[in-house]
């Protein structure tokens, strides 16, 4: 049943965003406002779908924490694609904080570009993180507000730890912005690269935001404990 569930999502999925971005693929000519409605329509209609699909549904706890004004950085966990889906929805307008290949995606690359998105290079740590610094800085002048980025780099399967990058402290401390932590557990049904989903509740924790500028060392071990423990 989960495979022909996965295998009727992907075709749905595939087509659906295909026939989407073809139609809308003018985005240069779109106004900021239409190209963050037309992403926030997109991101929303596949949590939609894999919710009547796949059965994959979602609760969040510590709604509460996420500031009301002001820009912050949602530092979260990454597991699967499906929270990419999920914090474009849940936030409309943010910027992501993404690994330099994605930038190449042929129609998305346009609407990243015209979203803010920030592409780092990971084998040029020290002149990217000075990219984002510069580019995080020049964004929250413009009035945009939400800053996402997973610190472990990579997506997970469950239980999996890494090494955090330190530039979500970076930006803390030289930008100002404070910080909210997020743990989620989409891995154990959004299974990461299997083309088989499986049904279930994706449970999404919001943690209190880290205001103070914490050292390096506080900030990361804050992270890590909202991450693995």
Request: proline fraction near 4%; glycine fraction near 6%.
């Amino acid at each position: 049943m989960n495979f022909l569930r996965s295998l009727l999502f992907y075709i749905f999925f595939y087509v659906g965003t295909a026939s989407f971005f073809i139609i809308f693929s003018p985005v240069r000519f779109f106004s900021f406002k239409l190209v963050v409605n037309l992403c926030c329509f997109w991101t929303t209609s596949v949590i939609k779908l894999s919710k009547a699909i796949l059965n994959i549904d979602y609760k969040i706890i510590g709604m509460k924490n996420i500031p009301r004004s002001g820009a912050f950085i949602v530092a979260s966990n990454h597991q699967s694609a499906w929270e990419t889906f999920f914090f474009g929805s849940l936030f409309p307008g943010s910027v992501f904080i993404l690994k330099n290949e994605l930038r190449k995606i042929p129609i998305f690359s346009q609407y990243f570009k015209r979203l803010g998105f920030i592409f780092v290079k990971r084998e040029q740590a020290f002149e990217s993180l000075k990219y984002v610094l510069k580019s995080v800085k020049k964004l929250v002048q413009q009035k945009r507000n939400v800053f996402v980025i997973f610190p472990e780099g990579t997506r997970l399967d469950p239980g999996t730890r890494v090494k955090l990058n330190k530039g979500v402290f970076a930006i803390h401390k030289f930008i100002g912005l404070p910080i909210l932590p997020v743990k989620l557990d989409s891995g154990k049904f959004w299974l990461n690269k299997r083309f088989r989903k499986e049904s279930g509740t994706i449970k999404i924790k919001i943690f209190p935001i880290i205001k103070d500028r914490m050292k390096k060392e506080e900030v990361i071990r804050t992270l890590e404990r909202c991450y693995y423990e």
